[in-house]
């Protein structure tokens, strides 16, 4: 078994695992039919520590952890575990040898309580036969209070915030007295708050004895929280790097294998362009009030804001997703009513979710068919039948010219990685021929290598005079994306930054406004705020 320059070190030329070294995988391989996932892997992961684990979509990542904790078995090489031969056999072995894993995907009962789902299988009993919900709660408690997680035993666990139910899981996985904590995507669903809250616990748990893998594609989180990084590629080991002394472009370049410009600036539109779509004194019952800017031809626009300012409702009130009770939407000029999704396809506009998964693809068809299917109507049917042979050759010509990764058209869209499932979404508004298209968090759940390929692409709409309205909780990207920036907050605009003048101090600032605040704050940084207008 041939080992890389670069692997990590720490075994003895017998082979014995150091005591220096908490968990070690040394030349793993795993194949399925037709692919080789994992080829001579390698990872150290050190008391005490931190590790990063990245690499792109389909680099290996789920199933190296799906080898530790023992829901698949490797087809080669060893795992050593506290210096010894670690061989799981499945989940539950793995966790009572003392790995757990939080799953991207939380597996959790939402009408049991919180005590039930941390001890579900293992709840203590009176007399040896019956439940007790006493004995349940206090041990529950005990552990949640030694966790210093602010949670009630007894709630149930369909109430509790997103941020809340990251926590039951933490509780879980701990409550196996885990030496070994593996994270996949831990903040996914976080906002900067709750991110925090995370990573304070995360330093809370990592000891002398204990250390945690945390898989995350947000690089900004990697600084944050890890202390080495090792990098995959194409299911082999790549480099391990310290994260105090790299940059992430070190990290992103030896993920994709490229050099890749992350600080890369859009230049502002040009004002003479003309504009495509005006929104003036937008409203909704729930939300939005007097909402109001311009998207000009071939712009990127990025809305930006705190979770709950209202930029998603922005989208879905543009789209007629959500009722409007006032305000008026002009399309080239013209006044336009958009009281459905299908209007607003209907004039060009196409709309791509936030939760690609549940409202942009319908993950058991093929790419053929999620490609096509938006215009199923006006292009590939007749007389009631879906003519078959025009579909496939567009769905062919698009998965050419977006790179999307598939065997064929015939791909099932579930069996697709982040990145591609994205461009098959994209691909069907562009068959539709949208002039606008609105992007709710595109690079979500979407790894670094993607990100640019997406980046390129929305880059080459706009060039091409597609008119794009971007949606991000990344700061980092609506500054590299956007021509302009509206900043919204509490359902109100706040403020509209160009490229030039935007940073993340004068956005922040304008997300964090209250409406009712007084704009001279803002006009300490030369900031010019909208005029309230009377639309009586």
Known sequence: MSVPLDAPTGRSAAGAATATNLLEVVGVSKGFPGVKALQDMHLTLRPGEVLALVGENGAGKSTLMKLLSGIYQPDGGEFFFEGGPFTPTDPKHAQESGISIIHQEFNLMPDLTVAQNIFIGREPRSGGFFLSDRALNRKAGELLRRLELPLDPRQLVGTLTVAKQQMVEIAKALSYDARVLIMDEPTAALNDAEVATLHSLIRRFVTPQTGVIYISHKMDELKAISDRITVIRDGRYVDTLDTATSTMGDVISRMVGREIDTDARPENVRPDRPVLLSVEGLSTRTLLKDVSFELREGEILGLAGLMGAGRTEVARALVGADAVTAGTVRLRGEPVSVRTPADA?????????????????????????????????????????????????????????????????????????????????????????????????????????????????????????????????????????????????EGRVTGELSAAEADQESVMHLATLRPDENPEDAAELGIQLPVEKDHA
């Open 345 to 489: 396809a209907a004039l060009g506009i196409g709309y791509l979710s936030e939760d690609r998964k549940q409202f942009g693809l319908l993950l058991s068809q093929t790419v053929n068919a999620n490609i096509g299917l938006s215009s199923l109507g006006d292009r590939f049917s007749s007389a009631g039948f879906v003519k078959d042979r025009p579909m496939r050759a567009a769905s062919r010509e698009y998965v050419e010219s977006l790179r999307i990764r598939t065997p064929s058209i015939n791909q099932t869209a579930k069996n697709l990685s982040g990145g591609n499932q994205q461009k098959v979404v994209i691909s069907k508004w562009l068959l539709k021929d949208c002039d606008i298209l609105i992007f709710d968090e595109p690079t979500r759940g979407i790894d670094v290598g993607a990100k640019e390929e997406i980046y390129r692409l929305l880059n080459r709409l706009a060039e091409e005079g597609k008119s794009i309205i971007m949606i991000s909780s990344e700061l980092p990207e609506v500054l590299r994306m956007s021509h302009r920036i509206v900043v919204m907050s």
